[in-house]
């Protein structure tokens, strides 16, 4: 088991509190650019796994595993799945009894999917929650697919399916795992498709999200972009919808709740505001509960609370 840990899942480490009670089953499929894979465990097993180029969903068939990443224990079972983005070490701990199907997508394969959904080049690394809820509607989807592609390659006939079978198949995972769980462009995701926007309105938002970290003037856009107010906030009603403040404190926010699901136990509400460029905490936190359902302090709890 160590053998095939290290050399087809690209393990670091592996070690089990009981040798003579070890028991353990695991397999593994490459296709282009995903990777499916089965493991079970009949005795407690602790296994590393370095930073690697690909995301990982971690799904619980049976039983339960506990996911060690950035220093949060992040449980694994039938309520639950895990997301290991790229680039991310981690330390897993089976427990006995546990069974699991992992599936990994390439980053490349990520980012190449989200530029086609947003019809523009994300800026910035893709960054997922971890945290995935197992029961919600477009996770459940997201197994199913996972599912039927492991039934499928499982079969005899797997050795008779078409590439380009295959290669659908691997373009629907990737896309279900890009609308399944959180990450930071899933708002624009979600966002309903618009027009191209002028160039004043690129230029204007690319200077926003550049300058999250502080409260921005509608002046200082009029002067970055050259064009009067009246015309900006023409520009961005007419392609967009709101106003470029509005877009202002829209970055800002989701920063800030980003910020507050990384958040140590010595992080404050108060601290992420101000870096964030909020100078008034009750507006910041009338402002979040709008957009995410919850006030800021709330979600510090949660995720100090995480197991």
């Not at 971890?130 to 459940?140: H, L, T, V, Y």
């Not at 023409?234 to 919808?241: D, E, I, P, T």
Request: glycine letters at 6%; hydrophobic letters at 45%.
């Amino acid at each position: 088991m160590r053998h095939a840990l290290f050399s087809v899942y690209g393990a670091s480490g592996f070690e089990t509190p009981d040798p003579d009670g070890f028991e353990g089953v695991a397999n593994y499929l490459r296709l282009t650019n995903v990777g499916l894979g089965f493991c079970s465990y009949g005795a407690k097993t602790i296994v590393d796994f370095p930073e690697c180029d690909f995301a990982r969903l971690l799904i619980a068939l049976k039983g339960r595993a506990t996911t060690l990443l950035n220093g949060r224990a992040i449980a694994v079972n039938a309520q639950h799945s895990c997301i290991v983005p790229p680039g991310q070490p981690i330390r897993v701990v089976f427990e006995p009894g546990y069974e699991q199907l992992l599936l990994r997508i390439d980053t490349a394969a990520l980012e190449k999917a989200l530029l086609t959904l947003l019809g523009a080049k994300p800026r910035g690394a893709l960054i997922f929650d971890p945290f995935a809820p197992a029961m919600e509607p477009s996770s459940r989807l997201l197994r199913e697919l996972t599912m039927f592609l492991a039934n499928q390659l499982d079969a005899a006939a797997a050795v008779q399916m078409p590439n380009a079978v295959l290669m659908e198949l691997e373009q629907a995972l990737t896309t279900a795992f890009l609308s399944a769980h959180r990450h930071n462009f899933s708002e624009f995701l979600a966002a309903p498709a618009k027009e191209p926007a002028p160039r004043v309105v690129r230029v204007a938002e690319e200077y926003i999200e550049a300058s999250w970290n502080r409260a921005i003037t509608i002046e200082e856009l009029a002067s970055q972009t050259n064009t009067s107010i009246r015309s900006l906030y023409a520009a961005f009603r007419k392609s967009r919808g709101y106003t470029p403040m509005e877009f202002a404190k829209t970055v800002r926010l989701q920063r800030a709740r980003k910020m507050l699901l990384e958040a140590n136990q010595r992080t404050s509400v108060s601290e992420i505001a101000f870096k964030c460029g909020f100078g008034n905490l009750g507006h910041f936190a009338s402002d979040f509960r709008k957009m995410f359902g919850e006030l800021p302090s709330e979600m510090l709890a949660r995720t100090r609370r995480s197991p």
